[in-house]
């Protein structure tokens, strides 16, 4: 009798598309957050988001289905949610209203510009070049990562294109030609390593530059709202508060991991007269190479916003209009076809999820629920009772810490921030208000470092089996703290003599 | 000297990868248009806009690039048209505000659950059943799927989901049994004549019935104002009145499209023993058929809103939401998987192109393109003093024909309906306003004919390849003479009989 059912449970689960034990365990929490009663101060309908969101992000966290399903999955029952209410027009418009976010478009467009770098062979070749320079060590061929890393950082506003798409392909090919490949016990030679320092540049670099890291512009959107529009972050300012602190721990980050993940071969002869070989082969820059280049030095200009700076203030662009005619831009030289473009899944993939998890961060905050979530928070803190110093500790410490909980920088971002700055804003004293947004704004890079799940590049890093879970998590606390502790200390002195505060 | 510039032009022009004549005429129509000084009445970025838009159109119908890439241009264009005034981030948003608009995501997930029925096996087994009724001859099939069309019409509020959501992949499943595939040379067999008989039928049974297009109340509420509420349309007059000429031109539409685009397959007497043969082979409905075909029945009676009848009008689903149940269905059942999703170029194509032409319209008017164009004919028509028959002609015609500027019949009946209707009460005799009321009611939909983006259902069936641009345009001025002639003779006597005038 057991054996039948066993049997039957097994047979269903073989044929379910989903994942059965975390599509249970997602319904209980739905059903489990339905049945709760209300919490004071929300209506019954901003309750309701509230489950849905959360039974959206467990069922991305326990990986139900792909993430785009689950983000359709949302967008449905935002659209049903208003049913009754008679508002199914006003409810679907709610639903799809984050796919006109020029952030989501600006995301789409980067990925597919990236696919350029990867076409024309210009990403290899920066990155061959760097080794070619650094590459007579180990840890000289992880620093030309990093600085490979560090120069893109500016261009690719999807820190997933740049690190999983760009580096990692240079990384592999460079272990690979070590002979060291993961599955045939070798990938301690240098790839392990190797593949710690590709991810970890990925974090640092995503802090520098507002557009390294998709969520970023949100980010600069949510300090403006929590300062009262005191405090607006331009691409300029941005890069010029994280340069120091950020250059630092770029330094130390492949020394440490030097340290706690020591590759076994530590000098690299060969390195520069592979990456030399390797330039010889490719030749000059194609013409579609010079394209590219043109283009990325186009676009850089134009999000560095030269236009503004020399024609006047009339002339600042949308960083999204700026990714639009880069993207125009490749397609009319025939750098990428049309067909490259559909062809891009991941840039639909990315629009449909990131879209769903934007829009459902929206409709939080007009529900009233980001508000009463900061509320209850400012109540809690100020019930404790502590100075501003820990108040600031313990809101950035907890913001970065939640990371475990989450699968996207985007969705920790969207759902928590905003609350978290607002609290701030509230107890720390003025003067002390901006070196605490700019440690949550660094912060919500540096904790990408946490886990093998956290941003888009980690599960392409961590899935090419280099590095194994125990390390990966054990690097990323390390690395995090450290972070951390660069951004507090020298970050703090660094703004104050920018005049910051 | 002339040979050597011969020959760089010739490898300009293997190198570039857009069409170079056609890129030059449409640059000197945007240059023309830009030299031209801007109307009275319309302010220079209002013109500026109409620059674009008929760049646009241009660009796309000599085909300079894929239609995808040229409406890429226009919301660049429109991103960019206002960078001297400053308002960077206002025109972005404005140039992406169509991309959350419920009717195209409509169209997406249509395309997307057609792939289902495809995959499944399902479509190939209704368009086979089809073929072992209606086989013989491939005029009989063109019959068959005007009729589907017209049986449905009733029921089916929003014509896209109706033309191109049910009977467009019945129609290429039928195409694709006789071996008739868009893109390798095939199409001309069977599937062009099948396409266009499915898309002409979507605009005569939409004018047939005041349920079967999204606009037609909205045309009601306004016959009823222009009239002041002397002519109150309900239901059932509505469909009397239209019945007869309606019955017509579907009779006559199968017909005429058979002589202008004939099927080069004309007698298919082995069809209806091959069908019988193939469906005897496919056995019994699998379990991915019968989920498909129950996802099918659901949404229809979703689509006929069968709920809101039973329980209420706060049941009514807007038939987005409906698409989505519908493929969120198809998804977590396995029969589509999100990989799918994701691949299907065609989705994210008619999401881009389709997108920008809707945006270009609102924006039109939006800047006041519209009613400035819609004052300038009562002007005009004042002015020329002719009878009012000619009147009643030229504001019929002038009506429909400018559907070549919109993409969405909703867009255009609020914009130019109520102007039209209340200029031609005012020089019409009251005893023919009545027929010239009604003959603007039928060509609001009649309009939907002209162009492969007249209405949702356009982009969808024009997409699937069958029917070439031209051709489309050319069988569109046919049709759209034909049915307009259909309603204003057989219509008119008709409508007499009823005793309306």
Not at 211 to 227: E, G, H, Q, R
Not at 416 to 440: D, S
Request: charged share 10%.
């Amino acid at each position: 009798m057991l054996k039948t059912v066993k049997a039957m449970v097994r047979y269903f689960m073989s044929v379910v598309p989903f994942r059965l034990g975390p599509a249970l365990i997602t319904t209980a929490v739905l059903l489990a957050l339905l049945a709760t009663p209300v919490p004071d101060g929300l209506k019954p309908a901003a309750w309701h988001l509230v489950a849905i969101f959360l039974t959206t992000i467990v069922a991305i966290i326990l990986k139900v289905m792909p993430i785009g399903v689950m983000a359709m999955m949302a967008i449905m029952a935002v659209s049903l949610s208003q049913v009754t209410a008679g508002s199914s027009k006003a409810a679907i418009a709610d639903a799809l209203s984050s796919f006109s976010s020029p952030l989501i478009w600006l995301i789409v467009a980067a990925i597919l510009i990236s696919r350029g770098l990867k076409k024309t062979g210009l990403g290899n070749r920066i990155g061959m070049g760097f080794i070619s320079l650094l590459g007579r060590r180990t840890l000289g061929i992880g620093y030309g990562l990093a600085i490979c890393e560090l120069v893109l950082a500016p261009f690719t506003p999807s820190n997933t294109a740049r690190g999983g798409g760009i580096v990692h392909p240079i990384m592999k090919s460079i272990a690979g030609a070590f002979g060291s490949d993961p599955g045939e016990g070798t990938q301690g030679k240098v790839g392990t390593y190797l593949a710690l320092v590709n991810y970890h540049a990925n974090p640092i670099t995503s802090a520098m530059f507002l557009t390294a890291t998709a969520p970023n512009p949100l980010v600069v959107d949510y300090i403006s709202k929590a300062s009262g529009h005191a405090l607006h972050l331009s691409w300029t300012t941005w890069a010029l508060c994280m340069a120091l602190p950020g250059l630092l721990c770029l330094l130390l980050m492949p020394l440490v991991v030097y340290w706690i993940s020591p590759p076994e071969l530590k000098e690299t002869p060969n390195a520069v007269a592979f990456a030399r070989s390797e330039l010889a082969r490719m030749g000059p820059l194609s013409g579609k190479e010079r394209v590219m280049l043109g283009v990325f030095g186009l676009m850089l200009l134009l999000w560095a916003n030269v236009p503004a700076l020399v024609l006047g203030d009339a002339f600042t662009l949308d960083p999204t209009v700026v990714a639009f005619v880069g993207l125009f831009a490749l397609i009319i030289t025939g750098t990428l076809d049309w067909d490259d473009v559909l062809g891009e899944k991941t840039a639909w993939d990315t629009l449909i999820w990131f879209g769903a998890l934007v829009m459902l961060a929206e409709q939080l905050n007009k529900m009233g629920v980001i508000r009463w979530f900061a509320d209850l928070m400012r109540d809690a803190i100020i019930a404790s009772g502590l100075g501003w110093p820990a108040v600031a500790a313990v809101l950035v410490g907890v913001f970065v810490c939640s990371h475990y909980l989450f699968a996207s920088t985007t969705a920790h971002i969207s759902a928590m921030m905003l609350a978290f700055l607002t609290v701030g804003v509230q107890l720390i004293p003025a003067a002390y208000a901006v070196p605490f947004m700019l440690m949550m704004a660094a912060g919500s890079a540096i904790m990408m470092t946490l886990t093998h799940y956290a941003t888009g590049t980690s599960p392409i890093i961590f899935g090419s089996g280099y590095v194994s879970m125990g390390l990966w998590w054990r690097v990323g606390a390390v690395m995090c703290v450290l972070e951390l502790a660069v951004f507090a200390t020298l970050g703090s002195l660094w703004w104050s003599i920018l005049g910051l505060w």
